[in-house]
């Protein structure tokens, strides 16, 4: 439902206050990293791949156009950029063909940016991943009887119904319960092993009492819909443990207690992998996350992008008779995962 603060204005101030607040957004973001220091970011292990014209979405504008005029651009976004809903606006607006700086206010402060940093995150992944890349969740046998091991990969997309709202393509829950139940053997106890992310779960700044708002959750490497608590409503609630809540449900259908579920934060010692699960194609994930403007989403993908780099999004999860990702070699952090992103688009 649309906000109140909506209600009884024009198209006219509606599209005009999409447009600037996209505008303006986009052009703070790329002010931030023009003067981020990035200096500290290592080279990159391969070769970045050429990255070729990008096909035009919009038709070009015919040759007798008319110029945009200054006059005309204030008296359309001066009474938007001044309304209290709006905040504290600061921005430009170009001229893409000329380079004239037709609207400005306040264009030299620099500013925090918001959803529009999904679309660089995309990029960058773009610019590293394949557009097929996948990425497995593996079960295996724990060496304790009845134990079922799941070994995380990075994948948040899991749905909870035989088909996601969000992710077309993805797995679902029931395709693990299938795998499991393919074994003939009756499982007691689900144990989560290490995934691939390492360090803090909730970025600097970050807010816990964004988790109900459905804005973000703890960054953990499986989760079912995004963490969304109702995998039908895009600004659902997240679940506070996702990847805890995932395997809280996994167990119900396999008809296991909560009680028998746990995470570890140690190698899990296995008999034998039983196989893996792949999510969705990278494209449409990314796809999905941005007509969604999904945070936890990107944040995967953000995290994708770097475990690619090095390596790990499809290395062994299990070694020596251990399963789980449990050095700093196979690991990527928060932190990590951005300077990655900033590497990239540099």
Same mark, same amino acid.
């Given at each position: 439902?649309?906000?109140?603060?909506? &209600?009884?204005?024009?198209?006219?101030?509606?599209?005009g206050?999409?447009?600037?607040?996209?505008?303006?957004a986009?052009?703070?973001?790329?002010? +931030?990293?023009?003067?981020?220091?990035t200096?500290?970011?290592?080279?990159?292990?391969?070769d970045m791949?050429?990255?070729?014209?990008?096909?035009?979405?919009?038709?070009?504008?015919p040759?007798?156009?008319?110029?945009?005029?200054?006059?005309?651009?204030?008296k359309?976004?001066?009474?938007?950029?001044?309304d209290?809903v709006?905040?504290?606006?600061?921005g430009v607006?170009?001229d893409?063909?000329t $380079?004239?700086h037709l609207?400005a206010k306040d264009?030299d402060?620099?500013?925090?940016?918001?959803s529009?940093?999904?679309?660089?995150?995309a990029?960058?992944?773009?610019?590293?991943?394949?557009?097929?890349?996948?990425?497995?969740?593996t079960l295996? &046998?724990?060496?304790?009887?009845g134990e079922?091991?799941v070994?995380? $990969?990075g994948?948040?997309?899991?749905?909870a119904?035989d088909?996601?709202?969000?992710?077309?393509g993805?797995?679902?829950?029931?395709?693990?319960?299938?795998l499991?139940?393919?074994?003939?053997? #009756?499982?007691?106890?689900? #144990?989560?092993?290490?995934?691939?992310?390492?360090?803090?779960?909730?970025?600097d700044?970050w807010?816990?009492a964004?988790?109900?708002g459905?804005?973000? #959750?703890?960054?953990?490497?499986?989760?079912l819909?995004a963490?969304?608590?109702?995998p039908e409503e895009?600004?659902?609630p997240?679940?506070?443990q996702p990847?805890?809540? +995932?395997?809280v449900?996994? $167990?119900? &259908?396999?008809?296991?207690a909560?009680?028998?579920?746990?995470l570890?934060?140690?190698?899990?010692?296995?008999?034998? #992998?039983i196989?893996a699960?792949?999510s969705?194609?990278m494209?449409?994930?990314?796809?999905?996350?941005?007509?969604?403007?999904?945070?936890?989403?990107a944040?995967?993908l953000?995290?994708?992008?770097a475990?690619?780099?090095?390596?790990i999004?499809?290395?062994d999860?299990?070694s020596?008779?251990e399963?789980?990702?449990?050095?700093?070699?196979s690991?990527?952090?928060i932190?990590?995962?951005?300077?990655?992103?900033?590497?990239?688009?540099r």
């Open positions: 439902m649309a906000p109140k603060v909506w &209600r009884g204005r024009s198209i006219l101030w509606r599209i206050l999409v447009l600037v607040a996209m505008v303006l986009i052009a703070l973001i790329v002010s +931030a990293a023009l003067v981020t220091n200096e500290h970011l290592a080279a990159p292990d391969t791949p050429e990255v070729g014209a990008p096909e035009p979405a919009l038709a070009a504008l040759e007798d156009a008319p110029v945009p005029a200054k006059s005309a651009l204030d359309l976004i001066a009474p938007l950029a001044a209290p709006v905040g504290d606006l600061t607006v170009i893409n063909a $380079g004239e609207w264009a402060r620099t500013r925090i940016p918001a529009s940093t999904k679309l660089l995150t990029l960058a992944a773009y610019s590293v991943l394949p557009a097929d890349n996948t990425l497995p969740t295996a &046998r724990g060496e304790a009887e079922l091991v070994i995380p $990969g994948n948040v997309t899991t749905a119904a088909e996601s709202t969000f992710f077309p993805a797995d679902t829950l029931d395709d693990y319960v299938e499991a139940e393919s074994t003939g053997e #009756t499982f007691t106890k689900i #144990t989560v092993a290490p995934g691939p992310y390492e360090g803090p779960e909730m970025a700044g807010n816990e964004d988790i109900p459905g804005y973000l #959750t703890r960054v953990q490497p499986w989760m819909d963490g969304r608590v109702d895009t600004e659902s997240r679940e506070g990847m805890y809540a +995932a395997a449900e996994l $167990g119900s &259908r396999l008809d296991i909560e009680s028998g579920v746990k570890s934060s140690s190698p899990v010692p296995v008999q034998d #992998t196989g699960i792949d969705g194609k494209a449409e994930r990314t796809r999905n996350i941005l007509d969604d403007s999904d945070n936890v989403g944040d995967a953000c995290h994708e992008a475990m690619h780099l090095t390596g999004d499809h290395a999860p299990v020596d008779g399963a789980g990702h449990t050095d700093s070699e690991r990527v952090s932190e990590e995962a951005t300077d990655n992103i900033l590497r990239v688009l």
